[in-house]
């Protein structure tokens, strides 16, 4: 009886992390055609930004090294704030880009 306590005791706490780490795992991608995204000039690829559309762009500005990135470094997609906590790509960039401190 002791052992199924044990389990069970063990069991639960697992689920529930395992839970979280899928649910955080599972974020959306933002898409460029999203409402916010157009309308912050988001773009997956940096590279692809229109410099004459958005003269705040210039080379090196991506979003993993935006204050407002919140992956970790090496990531390739890191969550922002600015489109509603959707994954947005390391190497892209948007017009809310803000140099890390």
Not at 11 to 18: E, I, K, Q, T, Y
Not at 22 to 50: F, Q, R, S
Request: one cysteine or more; glycine letters at 10%; hydrophobic letters at 45%.
């Amino acid at each position: 009886m002791n052992s199924r306590r044990q389990f069970i005791i063990t069991l639960v706490p697992a689920a529930v992390a395992l839970s979280a780490a899928t649910h955080a795992l599972a974020a959306d991608k933002v898409d460029e055609n999203d409402p916010t995204a157009k309308a912050i000039g988001y773009k997956n690829d940096a590279t692809k930004v229109d410099a004459a559309k958005y003269p705040g762009y210039a080379k090196g500005k991506v979003c993993s090294n935006c204050m407002l990135y919140q992956g970790k470094a090496g990531d390739a997609a890191g969550v922002c704030p600015i489109v509603g906590g959707k994954l947005v790509a390391a190497g892209g960039w948007c017009s809310a880009w803000v140099k890390k401190a």
